[in-house]
């Protein structure tokens, strides 16, 4: 279903979000280290809070990757269609309902995560790899091919 083109584009931004995503589990790891020194809490408090919130960045990077193969097969699937009304209205739809999941796991993490809010940022920090991939993908390609 989908032409080659736009598999090695899809190959590269995944890349480019993994790439993000690693980023960002070390910078929050990190982050959350240093606040949990600066709070006292015991080995076991800092230890559930660092997974928690760190298991928010992997479930985001999961809905990512989801979305971006996603997003490649509605575009794929609305230009062999060769009927702009139809490629639109299909394109509006599935971004839609991209959304609604989105929406849907980001109030599924926050509620579920004991440590309020930071687990939904954590989820939304990781899901702008999609964003940030785009970005990313035509240095990744041209990197892959030298």
Not at 21 to 44: M, T
Not at 82 to 107: G, P, Q, W
């Amino acid at each position: 279903m989908l032409d080659n083109k736009v598999k090695r584009t899809l190959k590269c931004m995944m890349i480019g979000s993994l790439i993000y995503n690693v980023v960002l589990l070390i910078v929050s790891l990190i982050i959350f280290i240093l606040v949990c020194k600066g709070k006292n809490l015991n080995s076991n408090d800092t230890l559930i809070f660092i997974v928690k919130n760190e298991l928010c960045v992997l479930i985001g990077l999961v809905c990512s990757i989801i979305g971006l193969y996603s997003m490649a097969v509605s575009l794929s699937k609305a230009i062999s269609a060769n009927d702009e009304k139809y490629a639109k209205k299909h394109m509006v739809l599935m971004s839609t309902i991209r959304m609604i999941v989105f929406c849907i796991v980001l109030v599924i993490v926050i509620n579920e995560s004991t440590f309020g809010i930071t687990g939904g940022i954590m989820f939304a920090l990781a899901t702008l790899s999609v964003k940030i991939s785009a970005y990313l993908a035509p240095v990744i390609e041209k990197n892959i091919r030298s």
